[in-house]
Structures are given as C-alpha cells and as structure tokens.
C-alpha cells in the first residue's frame, strides 16, 4: 500500500516563484490536511479538507493556498514564495475526523532562497 | 487554552536502558490521547494512541504509554531502548466532539538519541 504520497520530496524555489506541493491518498480517506515542520515549533497545521469539496483554515494559512481535487488529492499552493516558508511540508489523511489516527506522507523539503 | 507539553527537548539515553517521555496537556475535557514517532527524513507515524477504557495502552515496537486523568498526563515508556528507536517523538490530543474541532494540538517533540 503506497498510503500517502506526496510529490516533489524537495525543491529548491527563488523568493516570489510560485509552486504546488502535490498530495495523494489510496485509503479512501474522507478528510486530508497540510502541515509544516519547523525547528523547535512542532507541526502546525496550514489547511484542512474534511471532505471532498471543502476547505478550511488552519492555524497557518497566510500565503497559501490549498484545493482538493477529488477523494484522493489535496494540493498546496505557495503563489509567491518567500524565505519564510522554508520549510518540511506533510501531508495527511483520516478516515473521518481528525481526532482519528492520521497517517503521514513522507514529506516535502522546500527551501526558499 | 488548550496545549499540549512536552517538557523534555532531548534525551540521550543508553541502549537497553529503560525510556520515559513526558505530556501533559490542558484540555476542557478529556481528549483523545496520541503518541507519534518520526524517524530522520521521515513522515510521522502512529505509535498509539488512548480512546477510552483501560488506561495503560499498548503500541507497536514494544512501546506503552499510560493516561492519568488525575495528572493530565499520557507517558510514553519503552523497558529497553533499542538503537533503532533515535527519533523524534510526538505528543497530541483531539477533541472526542470531532464534528466541531478538528484539529489535532499537537506538542513541540522530544528528540530521543540512543547511545550504544
């Protein structure tokens, strides 16, 4: 089972280029989310899907965008990437709830010069 | 407010030594309680976690943890640390009312080295 599959694994942006983190789930999940992992600040959630067709904020949301695709895909969006956003991005999905297990990608490394 | 405390940044602990890690949380009520663990260059994966019943929990790789209302505590234990354990470690807690939170509070981590 590939679970949770995210896309690039890293890349490398110039300040103000913009990029979309790719996420893909084969679990039949209903809800998926975007975090960041940043030193000594924990992972903190940018957006949320409960389901197909909804969107909601997270703790994080400035300079991101998200969509979500169908069932299966949840993509970020950085329109103008800058320095600050440098960062470990993950991708996740439960079945329902978030108050369920959540199962991970393996994360995307993103570097913003 | 709700949050999640781990107090421990790091621990360096000796292989086949016995491992503790520590979270408290402030919550109204009590949350569902999970314990996640991230290898190098890995996503986070489920250790285990507490729904309701008995209060000492059993994970995957020999690892238990044990939810004390009283304290406002769900400890992570392991009786002897393997090398391969060196991780980074987890705490987080959700609301049992999913349909009006659902978001995870997540703690900052421990990060456990293993000597050998």
């Known amino acids: 089972n590939a679970g949770v599959t995210q896309t690039p694994k890293f890349q490398v942006l110039k300040t103000g280029q913009s990029m979309t983190l790719q996420c893909a789930q084969d679990?039949?999940?209903?809800?998926m989310y975007w975090y960041r992992q940043d030193p000594g600040m924990g992972l903190r959630l940018i957006y949320y899907s409960a389901s197909e067709g909804t969107t909601d904020k997270g703790e994080v949301p400035n300079g991101y965008n998200v969509s979500r695709l169908n069932k299966r895909e949840f993509s970020l969006r950085l329109e103008s990437a800058a320095p600050s956003q440098t960062s470990v991005y993950f991708c996740?999905?439960?079945?329902?709830?978030?108050?369920?297990?959540?199962?991970f990608g393996d994360g995307t490394r993103l570097s913003i010069l | 407010a709700q949050s999640v405390t781990q107090p421990d940044i790091h621990i360096t602990v000796s292989e086949g030594a016995s491992l503790e890690l520590r979270c408290n949380y402030s919550y109204g009520a009590t949350p569902y309680l999970f314990w996640y663990v991230q290898s190098p260059g890995q996503g986070l994966q489920l250790l285990l976690k507490?729904?309701?019943?008995d209060t000492l929990v059993q994970g995957i790789k020999g690892f238990e943890a044990e939810f004390k209302r009283s304290q406002s505590s769900f400890n992570l234990r392991k009786p002897s640390v393997h090398w391969s354990d060196a991780a980074e470690y987890f705490c987080?807690?959700?609301?049992?009312?999913?349909?009006?939170?659902?978001?995870?509070?997540w703690g900052l981590g421990t990060s456990l080295a293993v000597n050998p």
């Open positions: 987080a807690v959700g609301s049992r009312n999913a349909g009006n939170n659902r978001k995870l509070i």
């Open positions: 679990m039949n999940h209903n809800s």
């Open positions: 507490y729904f309701s019943g």
């Open positions: 996740a999905s439960t079945p329902g709830p978030s108050n369920q297990p959540q199962h």
